[in-house]
Structures are given as structure tokens and as C-alpha cells.
Nanobody, 125 residues
Framework: QVQLVESGGGLVQAGGSLRLSCAAS????????MGWFRQAPGKEREYVVV????????YYADFVKGRFTISRDNDKNTVDLRMNSLKPEDTAVYYC??????????????????WGQGTQVTVSS
């Protein structure tokens, strides 16, 4: 069982930056897959970025490429999401997610077994 706790959300003006952090406990393998997803009001949850604890392949959604960066601290069991050049359309609840290791890193919500409680990010225009 993996427990995930997000922090770092808040209100920011367009063009600003935020850093989200996800603290994981109960992680068992460096091959586990981690990711950040988001859900805006009235919309389905969507992937933002997915990667492995061990590093290597990382996949960003097109709408965040060049603006968001994921980083890991294996000693602290944390995964951070640095978000720059934020836009009003980035407003959403952001979730950290995890699943056991798999050959191909999935990007679908349904593929992830463990979820944090979410943290609100609001970008004002």
C-alpha cells in the first residue's frame, strides 16, 4: 500500500510559478511509476506528467511541455512538480498518483492504483 500526500497548491497570477510536492510512504520499488494529474471543474481528470521513481523516461502532456518540470528526491520519497508560466487554464485540482512498475509507463487515469487527496491550484488572469 502506498500513501500519497500533496502540498504546495495555492492562488497565483497568470505568468507566475508554483511548486507542488508529493510525499510518498510505503513505496516498495524503484520501478514504481509516479505521476501528476489534474482535474478542472466540469472536466475529466487528465495526465500532466508521468515518470518512474528511478528516473529515465518521463512524459509530459503537450499543454505543459516547456513550462512544468517534475523532479524526484528518492531519499525523501518526494516527487515535486515545478510549474512556471502558469495560465488561467491550468486552474485545477492537482493529484499525485502511483502504481507498481510496468514496462510501458501508462498515461491513463485508470492505470493508477494510488492517489493523493489533491491540492488546488488557481491561476487568476
Amino acid at each position: 500500500q502506498v500513501q500519497l500526500v500533496e502540498s504546495g497548491g495555492g492562488l497565483v497570477q497568470a505568468g507566475g510559478s508554483l511548486r507542488l510536492s508529493c510525499a510518498a510512504s510505503g513505496r516498495t520499488s524503484s520501478r514504481d511509476v509516479m505521476g501528476w494529474f489534474r482535474q478542472a471543474p466540469g472536466k475529466e481528470r487528465e495526465y500532466v506528467v508521468v515518470t518512474r521513481w528511478s528516473g529515465g523516461s518521463t512524459y509530459y502532456a503537450d499543454f505543459v511541455k516547456g513550462r512544468f518540470t517534475i523532479s524526484r528526491d528518492n531519499d525523501k520519497n518526494t516527487v515535486d512538480l515545478r510549474m512556471n508560466s502558469l495560465k488561467p487554464e491550468d486552474t485545477a485540482v492537482y493529484y499525485c498518483a502511483a502504481r507498481p512498475g510496468i514496462a510501458t509507463i501508462p498515461r491513463s487515469v485508470a492505470a493508477y492504483d494510488y492517489w493523493g487527496q489533491g491540492t488546488q491550484v488557481t491561476v487568476s488572469s
